[in-house]
Protein backbone atom coordinates (compact mmCIF):
# COMPACT_ATOMS: atom_id res chain seq x y z
CA UNK A 1 0.00 0.00 0.00
CA UNK A 2 1.59 3.36 -1.07
CA UNK A 3 0.65 6.68 1.08
CA UNK A 4 1.23 9.27 -1.10
CA UNK A 5 2.00 13.38 -0.04
CA UNK A 6 3.15 16.09 -2.12
CA UNK A 7 3.75 19.76 -2.21
CA UNK A 8 2.23 21.67 -5.19
CA UNK A 9 2.40 25.17 -5.89
CA UNK A 10 -0.98 27.21 -6.88
CA UNK A 11 -2.69 30.41 -6.43
CA UNK A 12 -6.80 30.92 -7.17
CA UNK A 13 -9.27 33.91 -7.68
CA UNK A 14 -10.98 32.21 -5.48
CA UNK A 15 -10.87 32.74 -1.16
CA UNK A 16 -12.67 29.57 -0.64
CA UNK A 17 -10.96 27.33 -3.64
CA UNK A 18 -11.35 23.44 -2.87
CA UNK A 19 -8.14 21.41 -4.55
CA UNK A 20 -8.91 17.84 -5.76
CA UNK A 21 -6.35 15.45 -7.26
CA UNK A 22 -6.57 12.27 -8.99
CA UNK A 23 -4.36 9.85 -9.55
CA UNK A 24 -5.12 7.72 -12.79
CA UNK A 25 -3.60 4.62 -14.50
CA UNK A 26 -4.43 3.85 -18.26
CA UNK A 27 -2.72 3.22 -21.31
CA UNK A 28 -4.36 6.14 -23.20
CA UNK A 29 -3.98 8.98 -20.53
CA UNK A 30 -6.19 10.57 -19.27
CA UNK A 31 -8.99 7.93 -20.12
CA UNK A 32 -8.23 5.19 -17.48
CA UNK A 33 -9.21 3.78 -14.33
CA UNK A 34 -9.35 6.15 -11.48
CA UNK A 35 -6.49 4.72 -8.51
CA UNK A 36 -6.98 7.21 -5.83
CA UNK A 37 -7.97 10.62 -4.71
CA UNK A 38 -7.57 13.60 -2.00
CA UNK A 39 -9.10 16.96 -1.30
CA UNK A 40 -7.83 19.99 0.35
CA UNK A 41 -10.27 22.52 1.25
CA UNK A 42 -7.73 25.55 0.17
CA UNK A 43 -8.36 27.88 3.28
CA UNK A 44 -7.56 24.57 5.58
CA UNK A 45 -3.82 24.33 4.63
CA UNK A 46 -2.08 25.04 7.45
CA UNK A 47 -0.58 22.14 8.71
CA UNK A 48 -0.14 20.97 12.29
CA UNK A 49 3.66 19.99 12.26
CA UNK A 50 3.37 17.83 15.79
CA UNK A 51 1.30 15.19 13.72
CA UNK A 52 2.58 15.51 10.64
CA UNK A 53 4.68 13.11 9.00
CA UNK A 54 6.49 13.00 5.74
CA UNK A 55 4.29 11.15 4.11
CA UNK A 56 0.98 12.09 6.07
CA UNK A 57 0.14 15.86 6.58
CA UNK A 58 -2.06 16.39 9.07
CA UNK A 59 -4.26 19.92 8.64
CA UNK A 60 -6.05 20.30 12.20
CA UNK A 61 -8.93 22.68 10.19
CA UNK A 62 -8.85 24.94 13.76
CA UNK A 63 -7.24 27.66 11.84
CA UNK A 64 -9.04 28.74 8.23
CA UNK A 65 -7.20 30.93 6.36
CA UNK A 66 -8.64 32.40 3.64
CA UNK A 67 -6.22 32.80 0.43
CA UNK A 68 -5.54 36.11 -0.93
CA UNK A 69 -6.74 35.67 -4.79
CA UNK A 70 -4.16 35.37 -7.33
CA UNK A 71 -1.58 34.78 -4.15
CA UNK A 72 0.73 31.63 -4.81
CA UNK A 73 0.88 29.28 -1.95
CA UNK A 74 2.08 26.49 -1.13
CA UNK A 75 -0.31 23.33 -0.24
CA UNK A 76 0.61 20.00 1.30
CA UNK A 77 -2.02 17.80 0.81
CA UNK A 78 -2.50 13.49 0.27
CA UNK A 79 -3.98 10.83 -1.81
CA UNK A 80 -6.04 7.89 0.24
CA UNK A 81 -4.22 5.28 0.61
CA UNK A 82 -4.22 2.66 -2.11
CA UNK A 83 -3.10 -0.77 -3.22
CA UNK A 84 -2.76 -0.56 -6.63
CA UNK A 85 -0.73 -2.72 -9.70
CA UNK A 86 -0.43 -0.50 -12.99
CA UNK A 87 -0.08 -2.58 -15.84
CA UNK A 88 2.77 -2.61 -18.55
CA UNK A 89 2.66 -0.04 -21.15
CA UNK A 90 0.46 1.80 -19.04
CA UNK A 91 1.19 5.16 -17.58
CA UNK A 92 0.15 6.97 -14.14
CA UNK A 93 -0.92 10.41 -14.33
CA UNK A 94 -1.80 12.92 -11.61
CA UNK A 95 -4.58 15.77 -12.13
CA UNK A 96 -5.12 18.57 -10.05
CA UNK A 97 -7.88 19.97 -10.53
CA UNK A 98 -10.34 23.03 -8.94
CA UNK A 99 -13.24 20.27 -8.95
CA UNK A 100 -14.23 16.81 -9.63
CA UNK A 101 -15.50 15.82 -13.05
CA UNK A 102 -19.25 14.88 -13.29
CA UNK A 103 -17.70 11.14 -14.46
CA UNK A 104 -16.17 10.53 -11.12
CA UNK A 105 -18.20 12.18 -8.97
CA UNK A 106 -20.35 9.01 -8.23
CA UNK A 107 -18.52 8.03 -4.62
CA UNK A 108 -18.01 10.89 -3.61
CA UNK A 109 -21.18 13.66 -4.88
CA UNK A 110 -21.34 17.12 -3.25
CA UNK A 111 -22.76 20.19 -4.45
CA UNK A 112 -19.67 22.86 -5.87
CA UNK A 113 -21.37 26.15 -4.43
CA UNK A 114 -21.09 28.75 -6.64
CA UNK A 115 -18.57 30.90 -4.20
CA UNK A 116 -16.08 28.23 -4.62
CA UNK A 117 -15.71 28.62 -8.36
CA UNK A 118 -12.55 29.89 -9.52
CA UNK A 119 -9.68 30.03 -11.48
CA UNK A 120 -6.69 28.02 -10.94
CA UNK A 121 -3.26 28.95 -11.71
CA UNK A 122 0.22 26.57 -11.00
CA UNK A 123 2.97 27.85 -12.00
CA UNK A 124 6.14 25.60 -13.53
CA UNK A 125 9.32 27.64 -12.61
CA UNK A 126 12.17 27.42 -10.94
CA UNK A 127 11.05 29.93 -7.99
CA UNK A 128 7.88 27.55 -7.28
CA UNK A 129 8.80 24.17 -7.57
CA UNK A 130 6.03 21.33 -7.12
CA UNK A 131 7.27 18.12 -5.40
Same mark, same amino acid.
Given at each position: ???????? *? &??????? &???? %? !????? %?? +??? =?????? =??? !?? &? @? %??????????? #???? &? @??????????? *? +????????????? *????? #?? =??? *?????????????? @? +? +????? #? =???? @?????AHP??
Amino acid at each position: MLVEARDT *I &SSSSSPT &SSRR %R !RRIAA %RD +YPF =GELITR =GWL !RA &S @H %RPLDLQHCTEM #VPYH &S @HCDPQPLTPNE *I +YKFRDQLEPMAYL *IKQRH #VS =GLE *IVNGDSPGQRALWP @H +Y +YRPDK #V =GSDQ @HPHAAAHPSK
